[in-house]
């Protein structure tokens, strides 16, 4: 018996964890991935991330997690009309895996326990506890007074949940050596549909190009990209030389019947799980204060699970 399992060592995962290990609750943190964990980010942590992180982990991001150009000075956006609008705003630019673990470790120091290749295979609501069964290199059960779900955007666990499929998109990006008449401290998104049936981008780590679409469906990749890639190519004069690798993903789809899930019982949801996701995909902020979030809501009602949904609710609706 534990006090709390986090499902999901991503933004929101870590800072649950860290918020209710150092408030003296016994925290397990499950991930399903090896550590460091990869996940296909643009990595571009804005003002209000790195405000986040300075409060709820007590320092500023390192150094050490940031790629080149470490700096990003804000992002600029192309309209579905081929407007641009620039917005500045000075960031960070950082490989998620590193910046991830960094949380990792910091929730890990504050004494809650890190158990990496762990898969739940089920979750099992009842009145005084959630009873989750592991898979890993053994299998077992874990019984805990609640569990905060930050699986991401398609989990098997919140599906399981909600007997409900999830809504998402599928994000492509290739990784290329070559050169671009763009300034490389910025991230670029597109959002003419002629580009994706979502949004479209570009940005530079490590002085490697990252060029990106989402689609609905994915026998669309190929067109989309390759239109993408045309039109760059035409207005910024971008060269490939080599293709480096390729990413495909999934995140939460954002439209005008997007909604926000709490959880269900004593089951939480924080960050992607929960469906949140700011404009243009940045999703990185709003775990982390979800993530805080669902471990106050954990904290203020422990002895009152009707209460943490209260809690809940006031927290997703600031």
């Known amino acids: 018996m534990t006090d709390v399992i986090i499902i999901g060592a991503g933004p929101a995962g870590c800072t649950a964890a860290k918020t209710l290990a150092q408030n003296g609750y016994s925290v397990i943190l499950l991930e399903k991935n090896k550590l460091p964990r990869y996940k296909s980010c643009s990595g571009q942590i804005i003002k209000k991330t790195a405000d986040l992180v300075r409060e709820y982990f007590g ?23 081929g407007k641009e609008f620039v917005f500045e705003q000075n960031g960070y630019n950082v490989w998620r895996s590193s910046f991830d673990m960094w949380l990792c470790e910091k929730a890990a120091a504050c004494g809650a326990k890190i158990l990496e290749e762990q898969t739940v295979v089920s979750c099992r609501d009842t009145d005084d506890y959630v009873d989750i069964e592991i ?23 919140k599906r399981k949940l ?37 949004d479209a981008w570009l940005n ?7 060029i990106g679409v989402a689609v609905k469906n994915q026998q ?95 927290a997703h609706n600031r």
């Not at 077992?140 to 779900?149: E, F, P, R, T």
């Not at 530079?204 to 990252?210: A, G, L, R």
């Not at 039109?231 to 789809?253: A, G, H, N, R, V």
Request: glycine share 8%.
């Open 59 to 81: 320092e500023d991001i390192p150094q050490s997690v940031t790629c080149a150009p470490a700096l990003n000075k804000g992002m600029v956006f192309t309209n579905r009309f």
């Open 204 to 210: 530079v780590k490590d002085n490697n190009i990252v």
């Open 162 to 198: 909600l007997h409900k499929k999830d809504r998402s998109i599928i994000t492509f990006q290739t990784f290329n050596k070559g050169s671009i008449d763009l300034d490389r401290h910025y991230f670029y998104a597109f959002l003419q549909p002629e580009l994706s049936q979502y």
């Open 220 to 314: 669309n990749i190929d067109m989309y990209y390759n239109r993408f890639v045309d039109y760059l190519s035409e207005k910024y004069f971008l060269k490939i030389q080599q293709q480096l690798k390729t990413d495909k993903w999934l995140m939460p789809l954002v439209d005008n019947k997007h909604s926000i899930e709490c959880g269900v019982g004593r089951v939480l949801f924080a960050g992607e799980t929960a469906g949140f996701l700011n404009p243009m995909g940045e999703g990185i902020s709003s775990a982390v204060e979800s993530g805080y979030r669902a471990a106050r809501a954990v904290m203020s009602c422990f002895e009152t699970p009707d209460s943490v949904w209260q809690s809940m609710k006031k």
């Open 135 to 157: 898979a890993g290199k053994n299998r077992y059960k874990i019984k805990a007074g609640y569990v905060i779900n930050c699986e991401g955007a398609v989990g098997a666990v």
